[in-house]
């Protein structure tokens, strides 16, 4: 047999059968389906068809974080709904509002692990690539499917490697190598394809850098995401798990190294590319494409109104820390608002305790309860229209949050972070620290 690329291992893990092929169908019983907000609309599908109970309410996890605290009556009752069905069919995975970000909170609640497969209802489940899972976004009626029989059926992706070698220099992050990524490649540069990282350049980026790249992929147009787990992912995940279980956490860790999945040397890749970390530079995406990509350096002096630092993409502490550390002692420029909104309550936590968001709030930040916030334009910080915003969030097409012509720019933090203190887009590099 030749050799296997991770998704297809994974694939083949998840439908019982010892290999698959390229471009094959089959059934697969993914070890977790993710919801949110939108369970409601799901459940109400649900018991139209006259199904009554869910196969397997262990393998459901559903968050409130779409539009947390709810903004509206209607939202309000969204929720009201949710908590009933998961009454109802006895969910045990059930994350209230103000815990965080669907992605951000399986992670930390290590409800999946390296090796397993988790569908859900949200685009962004690329994410859980960063510790080398399955994951891809499904459909809302193929998660009814999937709570009303366990399985669905998946066609086996093609895969493209990209191989990281060195190391981010100082002031440049996971987020300007996606973008760069997508300059280079298009936005459906990755369409349905496996993405699959691998080279001595992953094994230097954080647990959370590599949550970024998981997660950013599904702008890529991807099936899923993966990069090789390694100590630093099973060293973050095992104290996690292991509060869930109980055991201990040695026991936990050695479980989860050996659930792992790598793919083989001489698997078949449909495309290679390769990306010298050193070599990167601060990237912003321009209004209104993910692919409209250009070096900071080009964009640079563009007025801005608003920063946005949040989002499953780029909410977490990494993300928070280096806001911090732009703006610690300084002021955000006059007439600029800068809204900061943690990824999860474990995020905001930690901020609260390393004294970030006391900085950024002496800064002159505005501080959200953590959720999506206004990155899909739900609410707590729209733009106005006319207005220039600077988010680290995914997605900056017409209207993404809330206003038809607001422009986005997307960037990482610290390129927001160094905006918000001067007011016109700015390199972070420039600022000293
Ligand atoms: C609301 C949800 C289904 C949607 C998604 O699938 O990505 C949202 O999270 C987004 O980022 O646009
Ligand atoms: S933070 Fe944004 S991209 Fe992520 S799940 Fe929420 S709305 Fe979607």
């Known amino acids: 047999m030749s050799g296997q690329t991770f998704a297809q291992k994974a694939i083949a893990r998840a439908a019982g059968l010892p290999d ?36 397997d309410p262990d393998r459901l996890a559903i968050t409130l974080d779409h539009a947390v605290p709810p903004p509206t009556p209607r939202h309000a009752q969204n929720h009201a709904e949710i908590r009933r069905f998961v009454a109802e069919q006895g969910i045990r995975n059930f994350f209230e509002a103000g815990r965080g970000i669907c992605h951000q909170v399986l992670s930390e609640e290590a409800l ?54 060195g190391r981010l220099p100082p ?58 787990p390694d100590d630093r992912v099973f060293d973050w995940l095992a104290p996690r798990r292991a509060r869930r279980t109980g055991e201990p956490i040695e026991a936990v860790r050695e479980r989860i190294a050996a659930g792992a999945l790598y793919p083989d040397p001489d698997a078949p890749y449909e495309a290679e590319y390769v990306y010298r970390l050193e070599d990167l530079e ?17 964009v640079a002096g563009t007025r801005i109104d608003m920063a946005f630092i949040g989002t499953c993409t780029n909410g977490r502490l990494e993300d928070i ?41 002496e800064a002159g930040a505005m501080i959200g309860i953590p959720g999506c916030g206004p990155c899909m334009g739900n609410h707590m910080g729209i733009p106005a229209p ?44 420039e600022i000293a620290t």
């Open 20 to 55: 698959v092929a390229v471009g094959q169908i089959v059934d697969v019983r993914p070890d977790l389906i993710l919801s949110h907000d939108n369970t409601a609309a799901i459940a109400a599908m649900f018991y139209r068809l006259g199904l009554k109970k869910v196969r």
């Open 112 to 165: 999946v692990l390296p090796g397993q497969m988790i569908l859900g209802a949200d685009s962004h489940t690329t994410h859980f690539g960063w510790m080398g899972a399955f994951g891809a976004g499904v459909g809302r009626s193929e998660v009814l499917a999937l709570w009303a029989t366990g399985e669905i059926w998946l066609r086996v992706p093609e895969s493209i490697r990209i191989v990281l070698t």
């Open 171 to 228: 002031g440049v992050t996971a987020k300007d190598l996606c973008l760069r990524i997508f300059r280079d490649l298009g936005a459906d540069g990755g369409l349905y394809r496996s993405v699959e990282f691998t080279g001595e350049g992953v094994r230097h980026l954080s647990v959370e850098s590599r949550m970024v790249i998981a997660n950013f992929m599904a702008e890529f147009g991807v099936k899923n995401a993966y990069l090789p």
């Open 282 to 298: 601060p990237m912003v995406a321009c209004p209104h494409a993910v692919d409209h990509v250009r070096p900071l350096r080009e």
């Open 321 to 361: 820390a280096a806001a911090a550390a732009i703006l610690r002692g300084r002021r955000i420029a006059p007439g600029v608002r800068l809204l900061v909104i943690p990824a999860s309550r474990e995020v905001l936590e930690e901020a609260l305790r390393r004294g970030f968001i006391q900085t950024l709030v």
């Open 386 to 429: 006319g207005e220039v915003v600077i988010s680290s969030g995914s997605r900056n097409f017409r209207g993404r949050m809330g206003t038809p012509d607001a422009e986005i720019y997307l960037a990482s933090p610290a390129v927001v972070a160094a905006s918000a203190l001067r007011g016109v887009i700015t390199d972070p590099r």
